[in-house]
């Protein structure tokens, strides 16, 4: 089955990010295809490389660069979501003048018609969140 | 993406207080150029978000309500609301705001497409539904 799976919560605040990366995982390993994982809300604190846990935590976004690597998962981070909550990748600090990046590597940011397209092509959206 | 789908967006949460409606409705406006089947359902503190006369500016918060009433503009073609959820806070339709909605190839005319609708059809509804967009 080809599925899209959307997040809605930010990473350790909420349980949804960790059910939306075992799902993922789950899904990838039975053999399905992971359209995208588009983040939405303060899902797209999923995406900052600057997390710094503690060191018997879950690192929930070095979690996330890992199964992208191994699945060339495409992880994109919703640009105006991303904007509001300081998410910023090379071109968005081009464009908006911030002197600093902090993308995790896999990651991407790009506009919600990258949510919209996987809904399209996917058989099914999976949306985490309360 | 030749394809057309229908696509329910479930809007669950009051207006303001969370980022949740104002987002949800971003991604309505902007899926509308990909043409699909679009239907808003509003439960629960969801209801809040079509009510009349709403006013913020007193709360330094953008008004972004008016919106909604462009939305039969961007494509929408159903907005239902709970008929519990409204029950539940002491509201009717009447205090709900009307959205008008017109097919400009076929000059088909609806005045509001905003609609009361009880359990069983909202249950109905999503489970007709392709993709649902949770909010």
Not at chain 2, 13 to 19: D, E, F, K, M, S
Not at chain 2, 41 to 47: A, Q, R
Request: proline share 2%; glycine share 6%; net charge negative.
């Amino acid at each position: 089955m080809k599925l899209a799976v959307q997040v809605n919560e930010g990473p350790y605040q909420h349980q949804a990010t960790d059910s939306a990366y075992h799902f993922t995982k789950a899904a990838l390993e039975k053999g399905h295809e992971v359209f995208r994982v588009f983040f939405y809300h303060d899902g797209v604190n999923n995406g900052t490389r600057l997390t710094t846990p503690p060191q018997d935590d879950r690192n929930i976004v070095n979690r996330w660069v890992e199964l992208a690597e191994k699945y060339d998962l495409d992880l994109v981070l919703c640009v105006a979501a991303a904007q509001r909550r300081g998410l910023v990748d090379d071109g968005e600090a081009e464009r908006n003048g911030k002197d600093a990046t902090n993308i995790a590597p896999q990651f991407r940011i790009s506009g919600l018609g990258q949510l919209i397209e996987a809904a399209i092509q996917s058989d099914r959206l999976v949306v985490f969140g309360d | 993406m030749s394809d057309i789908k229908k696509f329910m967006y479930l809007n669950r949460r009051a207006p303001y207080g969370t980022i949740y409606a104002w987002e949800s409705l971003e991604v309505v406006l902007i899926g509308a150029a990909f043409d699909q089947e679009v239907s808003l359902m509003f439960t629960d503190d969801g209801v809040y978000q079509l009510i009349k006369g709403s006013d913020t500016s007193e709360s330094d918060m953008k008004n972004f309500m008016p919106t909604y009433r462009t939305l039969g503009d961007y494509g929408c073609r159903h907005m239902y609301v709970d008929k519990a959820s409204l029950e539940a806070r002491g509201l009717t339709q009447d205090d709900l705001i009307e959205v008008a909605w017109e097919d400009f190839e076929t000059e088909e005319e609806v005045d509001n497409i905003v609609e009361v609708v009880d359990a069983e059809q909202v249950a109905t509804l999503l489970a007709e539904s392709e993709v649902v967009f949770s909010f």
